[in-house]
């Protein structure tokens, strides 16, 4: 799910949200230290009013034309939930035996996004975009249902998920750019 266009969904005007951007990605894993195995991983992006918000605890439920995620991170929950009437266009993804058609995408998908307060469950951001991009990975793409929940898991977790340690971190590389060319910022 990648989506960038986004109106308000509550406003009668609909006015435009200029600041908000939203990923959504999931899929296996192999580890390859650890005999081949494989684990399930997701992450919800949400970049709004200069925040960006990484959700690594995941549920979702996806199938052909509808696509429902849920994400926890700190003090939020986030909903998204996308939806097309077309049938898409096969996409080349990377395999173990080349490129293959395994995904299928439309860029004229419907997402609503609803951004949560965990504590009080007031909804702080409820927007839509109808020019979003919306894929599915795997076959068959049409009789299909994906459910699965991604969280991460410890150590790991306290680690990556110290809000604390990635403002410090963050702030640093600002910091750095200054003085070094750190390419992506």
Request: proline share 5%.
């Amino acid at each position: 799910i990648k989506a960038n266009t986004f109106r308000s969904f509550s406003s009668s005007a609909g006015l435009p949200y200029l600041d908000l951007c939203v990923t959504s990605t999931g899929g296996l894993r192999r580890l390859p230290f650890l005999n081949e195995q494989e684990e399930e991983v997701a992450l919800i992006a949400l970049h709004w009013n200069g925040k960006f918000l990484p959700f690594p605890e995941v549920n979702y439920s996806i199938q052909w034309g509808h696509w429902t995620v849920r994400g926890v991170y700190g003090d939020y929950i986030v909903e998204l939930e996308g939806s097309c009437q077309e049938k898409g266009f096969p996409v080349n993804c990377p395999t173990s035996r080349g490129m293959e058609e395994i995904a299928l995408e439309t860029f004229r998908g419907k997402l609503r996004v609803k951004l949560f307060e965990k504590s009080s469950k007031k909804v702080v951001l409820d927007a839509v975009d109808t020019q979003a991009c919306l894929e599915i990975g795997g076959l068959p793409w049409t009789d299909r249902v994906w459910n699965g929940r991604s969280a991460m898991k410890e150590p790991i977790k306290s680690i990556a998920m110290n809000v604390e340690i990635e403002n410090r971190a963050s702030d640093f590389l600002k910091w750095a750019s200054f003085f070094i060319d750190i390419p992506g910022l």
